[in-house]
């Protein structure tokens, strides 16, 4: 129904990404990662993982920073059923890394970037 993708660390190799950026490229397909690698215990955000780079790293392929505000709180870990919470979704302007060469230096940077643009948007989004 959501034609979703599911990346299980542990078990993707080099392939999988490789065929998920050539998607992204080829068939100018839309992807939401998450890229913190897991869901957060406590509400905070967690470091972005190098995956993100690995995917648009000298590509033309837009990255568009995106925050949700109240997701935690609408769905805790612990909780099966959601609360009735307000979700704010916060959008930034879109990146791109096409002069970003692609090694793990520059996915980690990458990652990093918009990670940063992510986190200005959630704080801006709080303060408003």
């Known amino acids: ?26 068939e100018k397909s839309i992807f939401i990662i998450f890229p913190e690698g897991a869901r957060s215990r406590d509400g905070s955000m967690k470091p972005f993982k190098h995956g993100l780079g690995m995917l648009v790293a000298e590509t033309n392929v837009p990255v568009v920073p995106c925050g949700l505000v109240g997701a935690f709180e609408a769905l805790p870990p612990h909780r099966k059923l959601p609360r009735p919470v307000t979700i704010k979704l916060v959008i930034g302007e879109a990146l791109e890394f096409a002069s970003t060469v692609n090694d793990r230096a520059s996915w980690s940077q990458i990652a990093a970037s918009v990670e940063s643009c992510v986190r200005a948007l959630v704080a801006q989004s709080r303060t408003a």
């Open 1 to 26: 129904m959501l034609n979703a993708l599911p990346m299980w660390r542990k078990n993707c190799g080099p392939h999988a990404l490789a065929d998920l950026r050539r998607k992204l490229q080829e």
